[in-house]
């Protein structure tokens, strides 16, 4: 403890140093008091129950004071003079930027200057710059901290938890942010602008907005001669890393690309201290007037109107973003007769929500569109359905329709593969008609057996009589099919067994004696044979 009361003598902790180093290297200079309010805002509602305000003040600054006093001793910071209430400023040296620069994750060649003689005039500007930044941000105390206070304390600490969010963290906002219309970013040219504060917030929905602060001093030509210098600025573009021409804001900053047709330029946020002899309430109207071009967009059929590159210029009372915040209803956007809420005021609500209505619909046609695709997929259905109904065989037996699988079963097959034997019958009187017939169908297992292999090669159709018109046993049916290489073929094939027995006793009787299969098979002899010839010939040889 000797050894850290030694390097800091008033005591202070990483804690509180880091506080300072994080709002000195945003804001560049500041009071003791903002540097609480913003880094330990828990602090503000500890010492509330003081005697007076001096004393309140001095009780929640004492620690960040504390801080001040020993980063000076290592020469970190600095005083630079006082308000015109009397608070001293302060601000970092070269060396503290550095340090500031890893606490806010910065490069240091983007810390900007350290902002020496700021507090020789007062630095009213400055410190509106720094009550804008508090007023946008809206620090949350830490409940965790204040467990041991009073229960009053923690309601109101409580009530300001509740509160709505600010914007950002300490570490969104730039100040004092060079604009160049020519030069670069480090030596920036003639006619550009200098941004009061620059926020970037993409988590919080803003990922890019420019802040003025003015204290009513300015006209209404001076300010709008401001906002020509950004036009500028939006309008220039510089080759990227990749070769390619952009925007030169783009280069430095990065936000979602805008729709075809409706890209506007990041939007400009004008906050009015009112402390000078301006009165904004006059100085507004006439403001939108000279700056009508850079920021009026074009009226659609919806209702909404598109901002190609045009600036959405919006305009806020300090006083009235340090009641209600960004969240409340207390910025108007140039071209609108409404005060809104920041984000609708930067924004486009009215195109969102005829995006949404569009999608809405788009949404609906597609649901009708595939309902009647369904329809007639459906219609399609059952309109071949009947045609298939309407072609189902009846039975001629029963008149009963065939089920899917008689149906299927009686239809023709493939080469090779027989068809059924009755394709007229349903299965009930094709079964009937096999058992009256005698057919293999309705016969035993060991029937099947023995009619075996010779089946696959029967015909389709059971064969009828030449003579009598008779349908063929199953017996005559195997007699006179062919079913192997010499094996011989009955001598009257389509002939019944009855028609052929007596063809055979009629024979017998006109020639006695003579058995006409000899004679049959002498006359196959008798044929000579034919002299082969060609390369069959040769072969054989």
């Known amino acids: 403890m000797a050894g850290k009361r030694k390097m800091n003598p008033a005591g202070s902790t990483n804690s509180y140093r880091g506080d300072v180093l994080r709002v000195l290297g945003a804001l560049k200079v500041a009071t003791a008091d903002q540097i609480q309010r913003i880094g330990a805002p828990h602090l503000t509602f500890r010492h509330a129950d003081k005697e007076t305000p001096s004393k309140q003040k001095q009780g929640r600054t004492a620690s960040h004071t504390g801080a001040l006093s020993d980063m000076r001793k290592h020469g970190l910071s600095e005083n630079g003079g006082s308000t015109e209430t009397g608070d001293s400023l302060r601000n970092l040296t070269l060396k503290g930027l550095e340090a500031a620069s890893y606490e806010l994750r910065r490069p240091v060649t983007e810390m900007g200057s350290t902002a020496r003689g700021a507090g020789s005039s007062g630095a009213s500007h400055p410190m509106a710059v720094n009550e804008t930044v508090i007023a946008l941000l809206r620090p949350k105390p830490n409940m965790a901290r204040l467990a041991d206070d009073p229960p009053h304390v923690q309601a109101a600490a409580q009530a300001a938890v509740d509160a709505p969010d600010g914007i950002g963290t300490i570490a969104s906002y730039w100040t004092e942010v060079p604009l160049p219309a ?24 803003v990922p890019l907005l420019f802040i003025e602060v003015d204290n009513c001093h300015e006209t209404a030509e001076e300010l709008a001669d401001k906002l020509e210098k950004y036009a500028r600025f939006f309008r220039r573009n510089a080759k990227d890393t990749d070769g390619k021409e952009r925007p030169m804001w783009r280069t430095r900053w990065t936000i979602p690309e805008g729709r075809y047709g409706d890209t506007p330029h990041p939007p400009v946020l ?69 005060m809104q809420p920041l984000l609708d005021a930067i924004g486009n609500p009215r195109r969102e929500a005829a995006d949404a209505r569009e999608r809405e619909e788009s949404k609906a046609r597609h649901a009708e569109y595939q309902a009647q695709v369904r329809r007639a997929a459906q219609e399609q259905a059952a309109k071949r359905a009947a045609e298939r109904e309407a072609r189902r065989p009846v039975c001629t037996g029963c008149g009963v329709k065939f089920t899917d699988e008689r149906w299927e079963a009686a239809q023709a097959t493939d080469w090779g593969t ?79 067994g009855d028609c052929d027995q007596r063809h055979e006793t009629d024979w017998e009787q006109a020639w006695p004696g003579v058995n006409h299969r000899d004679q049959e098979q002498d006359q196959d002899q008798a044929v000579p044979e034919q002299k082969a010839t060609g390369w069959f010939s040769r072969l054989r040889g």
């Open 182 to 205: 020519t030069g670069t970013w480090n030596t920036p040219g003639k006619g550009g602008a200098q941004a009061d504060l620059v926020l970037t917030a993409p988590q919080d929905q």
């Open 418 to 496: 027989p068809t059924d034997t009755h394709p007229h019958l349903c299965d009930g009187c094709k079964q009937r008609a096999s058992a009256a017939a005698g057919s293999p169908a309705a016969g035993t297992r060991e029937h099947q057996t023995e009619v075996g292999q010779h089946d696959f090669r029967r015909n389709a159709r059971r064969p009828v009589c030449a003579e009598c018109g008779t349908d063929f046993t199953d017996e005559r049916w195997r007699a006179v099919e062919r079913v192997g290489w010499g094996m011989a073929q009955e001598p009257r094939p389509s002939l019944c």
């Open 270 to 338: 004008l906050v009015f201290n009112r402390i000078g002899e301006r009165n904004p309430n006059r100085t507004v109207p006439r403001l939108q007037e000279l700056t009508r071009h850079l920021w009026q967009g074009e009226r659609q059929r919806g209702g909404h109107h598109l901002y190609d590159r045009k600036i959405p210029i919006v305009a806020v009372g300090l006083r009235n973003l340090r009641e209600h915040g960004p969240a409340g209803p207390v910025f108007l956007r140039f071209g609108r007769d409404h």
